[in-house]
């Protein structure tokens, strides 16, 4: 019996983060109501996926934003990386992040000026 190759496996990995499930390894982020077929799905970059997973992983904590740039770029890459790209590219991925969640009234990132940001899940 032949249960598939590693890629068949991992592309069905799900974690779920409210009314969402995140499925890493296609970059697709599924937000799903009460019926079956009613779903919309986002495409995540790169970057905003692993900005996610930095703000899942430490989910009602704040996160520094040097850890989350560390998680975008790598450690010791980041810096020469956000030069290049500018001093917006963080926010930017944010302000996509925060319009994908916003169907979600349980989840919300909220921004800790001067020291990073924080993934809360709030039951209602």
Known sequence: MRIGNKK????????????FSLYPYRKELIYREGYVNSQKTFTLSRGQLAILVCLMSRLGTDVPTLDILDSLYGEREWSSQAILNGTRTLPVYMVRLKHCLKLDPTLKITNIRGFGYRLDYVSL
């Open 8 to 19: 068949d496996m991992t592309s069905n990995v799900r974690l779920p983060l409210g009314l």
